[in-house]
């Protein structure tokens, strides 16, 4: 298989972290962004920056830091268990792009990150219709539990939408995608929104973090109903505080400005049941929220059958057309 084009993002320097080599922001917001075509193997090895795909094979994309170098404090990092969180910058292909970009949240049951199946499965996905994929490595259990998963979550859309421009995407165009703890986080993000606040001394922390659309893909979303919830993720993210379980039941707080959403679930999955996106879809009905939901009859979570997650894709890709995010943006 032919390797694809990758690009290169450095704002100041590439720092290393034990033993695998990050891009680090300086000054998020004031220092440019350059871009490099595709390097050299001897360069590549040379930047020591780390190759990885849903097949193995060698795909180089560019790994940023969510927040400013040295805020966080450093721990333990393995790909699924970040101790300092990071987003992976996947763009489509030149004269391919549509000014559409995707935050995409891989599932885990708030205890790891599926970067492998879900962000780059995903990340080929959109990039192959023309969309631009960020996928992040937020903080989980047991490290650590909410809100900090949310706050990365909205962290990553306030730093694509101030910096839209860099990566030839739309701030007006920006989408969120969850798959399973992941689409739980999702969907906390587009109930509990966070508009930016205009007196914050972060730069970041003024754009807001609300996305256009959002896509839930077997999503966690109950935390009270105790025949629908996985209890994994609600003990992973709340740490079993019993207080935190009506905040965190997404399906209770969608509102008339949770923006449009689109959900896919298996009719099978017994470890997140498909009522999980039905309850969610229900209440979008209830608050006049643009909503589309599929339940495949033989899907099983975490659509690992081939065929099962190309319908759900094909199902995903006509609804982007029919709501203009594969059409490109007028510049």
């Not at 170098?69 to 990071?86: F, L, Q, Y």
């Not at 899907?299 to 594969?326: P, S």
């Amino acid at each position: 298989m032919a390797r694809r084009p990758a690009h290169f993002y450095c704002d100041h320097f590439l720092s290393i972290r034990l033993g695998v080599f990050v891009l680090s922001f300086i000054n998020t917001m004031k220092q440019p962004l350059f871009i490099f075509q595709i390097l050299s193997l001897a360069a590549l090895t040379l930047s020591g920056f780390t190759l990885s795909s849903a097949e193995g094979l060698a795909h180089q994309v560019p790994r940023l830091l969510l927040w400013p170098e040295g805020s966080i404090a450093a721990g333990v990092e393995t790909e699924r268990d970040p101790a300092i969180p990071t987003m992976d910058v996947h763009l489509p292909a030149p004269g391919k792009a549509t000014g559409t970009g995707v935050i995409v949240l891989p599932g885990g049951s708030y205890g790891g990150v599926s970067m492998e199946f879900e962000g780059v499965h995903a990340a080929k996905f959109l990039t192959d219709h023309g969309i631009a994929a960020f996928v992040v490595r937020y903080r989980h259990a047991p490290r650590f539990h909410h809100p900090v998963p949310l706050q990365d979550a909205q962290r990553a859309m306030q730093l694509v939408r101030a910096r839209a421009a860099e990566f030839q995407v739309s701030p007006q165009r920006l989408g969120l995608m969850g798959f399973s703890a992941g689409g739980h986080l999702a969907s906390t993000v587009i109930t509990q929104l966070e508009l930016g606040q205009a007196a914050a001394v972060d730069p970041l922390a003024r754009v807001s973090a609300r996305p256009d659309f959002a896509i839930l893909i077997y999503p966690v979303i109950t935390f009270s109903d105790t025949a629908f919830v996985h209890q994994g993720s609600r003990t992973n993210l709340t740490a079993g505080r019993a207080e935190l379980w009506p905040e965190l039941s997404n399906e209770r707080h969608v509102s008339a400005a949770t923006p449009p959403v689109f959900l896919v679930h298996g009719g099978m999955d017994t470890s997140v049941p498909p009522e999980n996106s039905m309850l969610f879809a229900a209440a979008c009905r209830r608050a006049g929220v643009s909503v589309e939901l599929h339940v495949l009859s033989q899907g099983e979570h975490a659509f690992r059958d081939e065929a099962i997650r190309g319908e759900a894709y094909e199902y995903l890709q006509h609804w982007l057309n029919r709501n203009g995010w594969l059409n490109a943006a007028v510049r």
